[in-house]
C-alpha cells in the first residue's frame, strides 16, 4: 500500500467519524527507533494548515513515546483547530502519547492497543555514565522518587543511616540532576492535570488518572489496556466496530510493513557478507493526512569495515530530516 491508498482509507474514516484524519507514526524497530518530537510540529501545522479550521479532528497515533513537551505542544496545536479531538490508538501509544491521549475528548481503542505510565526519564551530560556503553544513561524520575519514598518509610528510621544514603546517592547522581527530576516530576503532573481538564470536570477522576500513570503502576513497562483505561481509569474510551476497526488495522499494518518493525535493523551484517559499506536510507516516523501532503523522517547512514582489530565496524548517520513523501 501507497501514501495514496492509505489516503483512500483515512477518508473512509473520516466519513464514517465525521472528521479529519491526520496519522503520526514513530517506529520501534529495533536499533532504529524514533521518538515522538518537537521537530515535527513545523510538519503538523502544515497539515493542519491544508485540513483548516473544522469541528472535529481525529489523530491516528503509534509511539512508544518521546518529548513530552512536543505532547502538550501537539494536543494545544491540534486543538486550536477544532472543537473535537479524538486520539485513534491502532496498538502501543505510550508515555508522552498516552499524554497526548489525556488532552483528548475520546479516545478509540482497537483490542490490542495499550497505553502506558507518563512518569519520565531525564538525559543530560551530567547524568550517570553506562558501564557497557560510554554514553549518560536517562535517569527515571519515578526511581529517583520510590528511593526517597524508602527513605521516608519507617523501615529506616536512623538519621544518620538516612543521610548516608541520600550522600550515596548524590555521588552517583548529579545533584543538579536530582533537581532536575523533581522538577520534571511536577511538570509532568502539572501538564497532565490541564490535560485533562480539557474534557474532565471531575477532580477525582483527573487525580487517579495521574496518580496511576505517574507512580501507582508501578513500572515505566506497564501496559494499560481498553478495558483498564475505561473502567478503572475512567477515561472515555471508545471500541471501534467492526468496520472501524478493519480500516484501523489496515493503516496500522501497512505502517507496520513500510517501517519494517518486526525486523532488526543490523546493518554490520551486511560487512559481514563481505561488502566493505553498506549505505542505508531509513524512514523513522511518518506523518499524513487525508489531503496532499504526507511527510516522513529519513535517517541516511553509513556502515563500514575499519582497520580497528578492537572495532572492526563502524556505522553512522550521515543525515536526517524530515522530507515531503
Not at 477532580?203 to 506497564?222: A, K, P, Q, W
Amino acid at each position: 500500500m501507497s501514501f495514496a491508498a492509505r489516503k483512500e482509507i483515512y477518508r473512509q474514516i473520516e466519513e464514517k467519524l465525521a472528521c479529519r484524519i491526520i496519522t503520526y507514526v514513530t517506529g520501534d524497530r529495533q536499533n532504529a527507533q524514533s521518538q515522538l518530537s518537537g521537530d515535527a510540529l513545523p510538519f503538523f501545522v502544515k497539515l493542519l494548515d491544508e485540513i483548516g479550521v473544522t469541528e472535529h479532528i481525529a489523530l491516528f497515533l503509534y509511539t512508544r513515546g518521546g518529548d513530552i513537551m512536543a505532547a502538550w505542544s501537539i494536543v494545544n496545536l491540534i486543538r486550536s483547530f477544532c472543537d473535537r479531538f479524538t486520539v485513534i490508538v491502532p496498538f502501543h501509544c505510550h508515555s508522552a502519547g498516552t499524554i497526548i491521549c489525556l488532552g483528548a475528548d475520546k479516545i478509540i481503542m482497537t483490542k490490542q492497543a495499550t497505553l502506558g505510565p507518563i512518569d519520565p526519564s531525564y538525559n543530560s551530560p551530567l547524568n550517570p555514565i553506562s558501564q557497557l556503553i560510554p554514553e549518560p544513561y536517562p535517569v527515571s524520575v519515578e526511581q529517583v522518587n520510590a528511593y526517597f519514598q524508602l527513605l521516608d518509610s519507617k523501615q529506616i528510621v536512623n538519621e544518620v543511616h538516612k543521610a548516608k544514603l541520600i550522600e550515596q546517592l548524590a555521588e552517583k547522581i548529579h545533584p543538579l540532576v536530582l533537581g532536575q527530576v523533581y522538577k520534571t516530576n511536577s511538570q509532568i503532573k502539572r501538564i497532565a492535570d490541564r490535560l485533562l481538564s480539557l474534557s474532565y470536570n471531575d477532580s477525582e477522576v483527573r487525580t487517579n488518572v495521574i496518580n496511576f500513570l505517574c507512580s501507582e503502576s508501578g513500572s515505566h513497562d506497564y501496559t494499560i489496556n481498553r478495558a483498564e483505561a475505561r473502567d478503572h481509569l475512567k477515561l472515555n474510551i471508545d471500541k471501534p466496530d467492526p468496520e472501524l476497526y478493519r480500516m484501523i488495522k489496515s493503516v496500522f499494518d501497512d505502517f507496520h510493513d513500510e517501517l519494517n518493525l518486526s525486523n532488526p535493523f543490523m546493518p554490520l551484517t551486511q560487512l559481514l557478507n563481505g561488502q566493505q559499506e553498506y549505505n542505508y536510507d531509513l524512514i523513522l516516523s511518518i506523518l499524513e493526512c487525508s489531503g496532499d501532503n504526507g511527510y516522513c523522517f529519513i535517517q541516511k547512514g553509513k556502515a563500514f569495515q575499519t582497520n580497528n582489530p578492537a572495532n572492526p565496524y563502524a556505522n553512522f548517520s550521515t543525515d536526517s530530516c524530515w522530507t515531503k513523501v
